[in-house]
């Protein structure tokens, strides 16, 4: 049995840490969006003599402790009698590591293939045990609950699907640009006195955004958010500066990566590609704002 | 401008109500399925020397007092100072009052569209203007946090959307029988001694559901409920007997209508198709589940 998943990558425009020892009730408050481009997970399960988990990355196996979030996921959703082979494969449209939401991607799709397929557990059991091992293991606080939404979304109460809320911005008309540059340590970032920079300008953007729920609040106070906490600087700076002369709206920073985003009205496509062009970046992905849920369905080659 | 929403007809499978003299708070513990056909809306909106509002039901205006519940979320989410004509189009592919979610489906997508427009409000905010009208005007409880789900729901915990929750089930293969067959007043049911009834039998088949998360369980205790409750019988129940000969899955009632629903197997469609014909029944639709979220654009006329 093969079963496809697709779950958006998943940018953060800013946020607020809510840590708590019980899991399901960690995440963040924030705001962000949900791309077209993204993370495809399929899962292929055979019965057998022996319990074998495999996972791969973008067609390369990988070690357990090198997915330990999504082998984690995979076994605990597992029948406790489950015998045979699990193979999970996860397609990155995004580099890992770069502010995309990959792990939660990864661990989410997993969730929902291994739910589809056993039908043993709901839509929001299957996605809080995604949400726990993100967490658990540092993936993220706030990306699973995010993807299950789709979206420009706005997390306003933190916590595991069906614990927190998350709302959505009415938006028209444009594209997302995403430009990722390079890694950044989430734990580094949080470990780091910069969290109570970002507890306070978060708070601020958020409040900011809700009281005046509009894409032109988004962008501003994600900017003055990546800004102000100092986390936006440098040569990332200077380029989100030069994207800024083709834009209406301000560019940022994705939470947590070295990379950019933007919104883009059509008219100023060719524009941000002469820039890039010019910068020399060729790592670039213009999407659309996936405003769907995850898609989970029995995977039949060749039909689509 | 010309915005269009789409919101899924919904069924209810079984139901527990929640009476709240806080209409964000009141809603429904139960499970339904949400489905790909369902309510258009579509809204005009444009300004002027004086506000106007004006429905239209299937191409036919209606006076304020027929379109209360979408009268009062138009009313409630434009701005105090509008003036200008607005109007709402809806459009039902199942008749009113049957238990389609008709009511709740035009006040959705009113809230959605008018949100869209204006651009004022979240999604989450629009959309609990269309719950608080619902519950108000007596439209119904759960329908506009299930269609906000989409799916195979199961409502958990009672609510406007970002106050309740709802969790979805896992199924593949089925499509769904839907037989509008006639009126049925939910009030006169709620205010019966069969709340009693409904309140124990709903509680039953939540729970039988949550600990065996099925299409199989789901239809089985929808059933159940609907025949101990009383108000699966007569003809109507001869119908479902018809039914329940080709089908693998019971056939149930929909709450509250008299309507019949059932989830078909490819393999299952002509048989059903000839009971249909056998029995001179012509009014019937046979739609896919829907899973995705309400949908809202601009209409640009043509282009679809």
């Known amino acids: 049995m093969l079963i496809r998943a697709f779950v958006p990558a998943h940018i953060t425009a800013f946020f607020v840490p809510r840590f708590n020892e019980e899991p399901l009730l960690a995440g963040s408050l924030g705001a962000g969006i949900n791309l077209s481009k993204g993370t495809n997970v399929f899962i292929s399960l055979e019965e057998g003599l ?50 995309f939401g ?11 293939s291994l739910g589809f397929a056993l039908k043993e557990k709901t839509f929001l059991q299957a996605a809080q045990i995604a949400h726990k091992y993100e967490v ?20 306003i109460k933190p916590g595991a699907p069906g614990i927190g809320v998350v709302d959505n911005i009415f938006f028209e008309g444009y594209k997302v640009l995403a430009v ?5 340590s989430t734990k580094e970032v949080l470990d780091s006195d910069v969290i109570r920079l970002i507890e306070k300008e978060g708070e601020k953007a958020i409040n900011a955004l809700l009281s005046n729920p509009k894409v032109e609040v988004l962008m501003k106070e994600a900017r003055a958010f990546s800004e102000r906490t100092g986390l936006l600087s440098g040569e990332l700076l200077e380029i989100a500066r030069e994207l800024d002369k083709a834009l209406k709206l301000p560019s ?34 213009i999407c659309e704002v996936y405003t769907q849920r995850p898609s989970v369905e029995r995977w039949v080659e060749g039909e689509r």
Chains 1, 2 share one sequence.
Do not use: C
């Open 50 to 99: 022996e319990r074998h988990i495999h996972i791969a990355f973008n067609g390369e196996p990988v070690k357990k402790e090198d997915a330990v979030i999504s082998y984690s996921v995979a076994y605990d959703i597992l029948p406790k009698d489950f015998e045979g082979e699990l193979e999970i494969w996860q397609y990155f449209d995004f580099p890992n590591g770069h502010g």
């Open 102 to 112: 990959n792990s939660a991607g990864g661990a989410l799709g997993t969730a929902l």
């Open 136 to 155: 658990l293991h540092k993936g993220g606080l706030g990306d699973v609950i995010a993807q299950v939404h789709g979206g420009i979304e706005v997390r």
């Open 252 to 285: 940022s920073m994705v939470m947590l990566g070295k990379s950019l985003f933007a919104l883009l009205r059509e008219e100023e496509i060719e524009k941000v590609k002469s820039i890039m062009d010019e910068l020399s970046i060729d790592d670039y992905h």
């Open 180 to 184: 990722p540059m390079g890694r950044l």
